[in-house]
Structures are given as C-alpha cells and as structure tokens.
C-alpha cells in the first residue's frame, strides 16, 4: 500500500474534538433519556443541550429538531410526510438517489431541468406542490440559485442540506428539512430532521405511536459527538475559507494552463471552493483514479466507467457536464498549497500519459 | 449515414470519443462522420465533447451518430 499523501474524497476523519468527546460520552450518555433515574436524567440533560447547540448552528428552534440514524429515512419523512393525495412533487434532475427514487413511486412528479449553470427551471407552482430544494449539490459544489419565485410559494418546501450544514433560515420557505453529520465531520450515522414549527399538512408516513416523530432509534453519544463536531466545523469553515478559495483557485489555473480540454464549473457562479469537479477528455477515469491512489492521491469520480451499474453521474448527465475523465476533489480544512501543487504535478503527467 | 463510419458499439467511456477524435483528424473542416456507440455515456458526453471542441454533433437514430468538423 501507498502511503496517502492527500485525501480529496468526500468522507473526513472524525473531528478531533468529536473523537475527544466520544469516548467520555459513552460513559455518561448510554441511559434512556426518557426515564427518571439519575443517569437518565443527566443523559436528558445531555441531549437537551446537543439540541440546543445544534439547533443554534443550524438556525433551528430545538423543538424542532429530531434526530435519525438512517438518513434515507429523512428523506421519507420530509418528502412523503408532505405529499398529500392531489400533490405533485417537483424536484430537479440533481437531487440525491433517495430523491428521484421516492419521485419514481408517486404518480404525480415533475422533475426540473438544471442548465450547466446550475440553474434550476421552476415551473409553475400550485399551493399543492411539494417542492424539493438542494441547498448545494455535492457532485459540482454549486449552491442552486434560488428562484424569484420561491419566495410567494405557499405550498409546502423540503430542503435537502445533507451536503453542506447550510443555516436553515437561508431557505426560509422551509416546511421539513435534512441534514447529514458526516458533512460537518461528525460522525456517521446522525442525521438532523427538522421540521418547522407551525407546518401544516405534515403527517408521518411511517407507522407510530403516541404521534411521535421518530422513535428514539439513535446513538445518544454520537448526537453529543456530532453536535461538538458541528460547533468546531464552523469556526475550521470560518477560519479556512480563504485559505481553500485561493487553493481551489490554484487548481483552475494550473488546470487552464497546463491541461486543455478539460471540464470545469464556471467558478464566476455561486461554488462552494471546498469541491472541485474536473472532466479531462479523452481519459478513463478509473485508470486515473486508482494511477492516483499509487502515488498517493485518493479522489471520488463521477463517471461511468467507475460506477458499478456503468451509468455515469445522473447530475453531470443532467447538467450536460463531460461525464468521462471526471475527478472530484473536497478541499477539507487542513489540506495545504503544498499537497496541492503535489497532486497537481502528478495529475498533469497521468492525464497525458492516457492522452498519447 | 454520411462519410466515413466510426463503429465503436461495444466499446466503453471513454474509447468512443477518443476514436471519434482520431478519426476527425483525417476529416475536413465542414466535413461530417458517422460515429456508432452503445454505451450509455456516449449521448451526453457527445454533446459536452462537441461544446468544448466547438464541433456539431447531431444523433440521428439510437447508436448512430452525425459528427461535423467545425475547426
């Protein structure tokens, strides 16, 4: 095995401080919340106050934040629990699998087209609709902007945050909405299910007792966990913005002048820095993929030939982005100019190796 | 079908393409080529192919497409 010089995939280490907390709280949090002894009471305590940071970092009330494990049961919750018998469910061609396969059962959906610019066409909407909103698209790293005609809509919203902790009062329309832990460096398995006070039309889709949302079904110490991972994610994403805007920078410019033909997000659109999409042609990107993996450079791809079903990236396809040869990069916090300008050299070499 | 034939049915992402652009090096500017490929990637990644070499490309049935060299 390779050493790795540099991580550019999605997934991240859990955050130092999360992992420094895990295991205190697995001594203190592993009672029932629910119940009246001394443990479970300080167990509550714990959860109340996970609530309540959580709820402060993402823009939330802590009533109405839920916790899941499962995150395609979030999906559920937030997009069937809205639907209504003569609902139809809008979303666009770039959301998530979990999206499009819950939009494949229902009979009345209306996908949106996404232009290369990531803009999404909304198309008329009635005071029925659901509508699915992705707050940034974790393929392209493009936050949809969002249409004028949002803000009049007075049906019901779910928004999908689960790529970025997007603060909820961004998307104020909101009637439910997903977040995942492992975008924030948390661990996995949590994720965030809010549910705006005061919504209407909400009904669980999922058979339950006593009209409770979900049932307590989640790892009380990873919610603490996830909740400090979130609080320090902030201030990392704060604190190393620029720094990860001027090396995402770094990379288109190495890329348009070293490596033509080569497939880039206009970066003159709203892209969050911390992903890079590159499409070379005429590449395989498998070969590319595991070329990088020996020399230490571990990448994600959203071309076919890496896929296991052969089918490239149905949000490149969507968007009419070059779909072969691509590469993606997540900058995380600690990455440095100098891994950078490593992979970057590297990667200049194998793209023309394939070209010969 | 017009011109030449390039038949990469069979072949994967990205041969298709690839085959496609060493043949339209024998092409003329204005000139056309037929290229056929069953690979799924081959619908949409003709049209990213054609946006960034600024040629055309126009599907004529399933499999069977119409290249034009443009420059």
Redesign the interface.
């Known amino acids: 095995m390779v050493p790795i010089t540099a991580q550019f995939q999605a997934e991240s280490a859990l955050h130092p401080a999360a992992r420094a907390l895990l295991l205190e709280v697995f001594d203190q949090g592993w009672a029932d919340p629910r119940k009246l002894h001394l443990e479970s009471r300080r167990a509550a305590i714990l959860l109340q106050e996970a609530k309540e940071s959580i709820a402060s970092d993402l823009g939330l009330s802590p009533s109405e934040i839920h916790f899941l494990g499962e995150i395609s049961l979030g999906f559920h919750l937030g997009i069937v629990g809205l639907l209504q018998p003569d609902s139809r469910l809008v979303h666009s061609s770039i959301d998530r699998a979990e999206v499009l396969a819950i939009a494949a059962q229902f009979p009345a959906s209306w996908e949106m087209t996404v232009s290369n610019s990531g803009v999404v066409a909304l198309p008329e909407l009635q005071p029925n609709d659901v509508l699915v909103w992705q707050s940034l698209n974790a393929e392209t790293g493009i936050f949809p902007p969002l249409p004028s005609g949002l803000d009049a809509f007075s049906g019901r919203v779910f928004v999908d945050h689960t790529a970025y902790p997007v603060q909820a009062s961004e998307i104020p329309t909101f009637s439910s909405a997903l977040w995942d832990s492992s975008s924030w460096s948390g661990p996995k398995g949590v994720s965030i299910f809010a549910l705006k006070t005061g919504v209407s039309g909400w009904r669980n889709p999922f058979p339950h007792l006593q009209q409770t949302v979900v049932p307590s079904g989640y790892s009380l110490p990873l919610v603490l966990a996830s909740a400090v991972a979130l609080r320090h994610w902030r201030s990392d994403e704060a604190n190393n913005k620029t720094k990860i805007a001027e090396l995402a920078r770094r990379i288109r410019n190495f890329i348009s002048e070293n490596i033509p ?1 080569t ?1 880039m997000i206009d970066e003159q659109l709203n892209v969050w820095s911390g992903i890079v999409s590159l ?1 070379f ?4 990107a498998e070969r590319l993929q595991s070329d990088l993996a020996d020399e230490g450079f571990t990448v994600d791809s959203g ?3 890496t896929s296991a079903n ?3 990236s149905h949000v ?2 969507a968007m ?6 691509n590469i993606r990069l997540r900058l995380h916090h600690h990455v440095t100019a100098i891994q950078i300008d490593a992979f970057l050299t590297v990667l200049k070499r194998l793209v023309e190796k394939q070209r010969q | 079908m017009a011109g030449e034939i390039v038949d990469a049915r069979g072949k994967r992402c990205p041969l298709p393409i690839i085959e496609l652009a060493q043949a339209l090096k024998m092409v003329d500017v204005g000139d056309s080529l037929t290229l056929l490929s069953d690979d799924p990637a081959t619908v949409a990644d003709l049209s990213a192919w054609a946006r960034m070499t600024r040629n055309e490309v126009e599907q004529q049935r399933d499999f069977e497409f119409l290249v034009t060299k443009l420059n």
């Open positions: 033909e497939d499409s042609l005429y590449v395989d071309s076919a030939c052969l089918e490239a490149l396809k009419g982005l070059l779909s072969q040869g």
